[in-house]
Antibody, heavy 122, light 111 residues
């Protein structure tokens, strides 16, 4: 069974940093692109970042560009999101999602985790 | 303002058919990038409903169908059931933004 388990969320002050992790199992991690998607309370889905199977192609949504960094580790089959200079508007439930193929461009998100909550507040 | 435009809400009686539209542009749906649809039940993570414009993952009932034409796509749900009440999102890739984009979501109410 394919599983994605996010962790690392919590309460953090504006301007601080947080690192989210997504532990994966049940599939060949190296063969698939991965994404982070967030959902602010009561709002819709917002794509945050995506990374190809080989980490060569990476993309970020404009609101997080230059503050967030996505990465993946094939040794641990894990996906990460380093979030720096956090803002109150980054408050959301952050989902890890597996793409349907190697490319972040040409596949949708066929498996989702349950999310980890991030609250940015003083 | 989402890159893909969906109606905020749709409704229908049990057994009826509803359609949810998703309007994009020449830099996403119109370029030929595939459209995906997700269902998010209350309190749950999103679930892939339609991929590659029209295909259903294993386990998704054939009451759900997708279509695409030009810069728009649609999700049709026939034989509405109470359990279909959820938020529905379309998603594609945008070449100008070099990233995935979602519609704002459509809340389906079964009357």
């Amino acid at each position: 069974e394919v599983q994605l388990v996010e962790s690392g969320g919590g309460l953090v002050q504006p301007g601080k940093s947080l690192r989210l992790s997504c532990a994966t199992s049940g599939f060949t991690f190296d063969d698939y692109a991965m994404h982070w998607v967030r959902q602010s309370p009561g709002k819709g889905l917002e794509w945050v970042s995506g990374i190809n199977w080989n980490s060569v192609s990476i993309g970020y949504a404009d609101p997080v560009k230059d503050r967030f960094t996505i990465s993946r580790d094939s040794a641990t089959n894990s996906l990460y999101l380093q979030m720096n200079r956090l803002r109150e508007e980054d408050t959301a439930l952050y989902y890890c999602a597996k793409a349907g193929g190697m490319s972040r461009h040409h596949y949708g998100m066929d498996v989702w985790g349950q999310g980890t909550a991030v609250t940015v507040s003083s | 303002q989402s890159v893909l435009t969906q109606p905020p809400s749709v409704s229908g009686a049990p057994g009826q058919k509803v359609t949810i539209s998703c309007t994009g542009s020449s830099s996403n749906i119109g370029t030929g990038y595939a459209v995906y649809w997700y269902q998010q039940l209350p309190g749950a993570a999103p679930k892939l409903l339609i991929y590659d414009d029209t295909k259903r993952p294993s386990g998704v009932p054939d009451r759900f169908s997708g279509s695409k034409s030009g810069t728009s796509a649609s999700l049709a749900i026939t034989g509405l059931q109470a359990g279909d009440e959820a938020d529905y999102y379309c998603q594609s890739f945008d070449s100008r933004l070099s990233g995935s984009v979602f519609g704002g979501g459509t809340k389906l109410t079964v009357l």
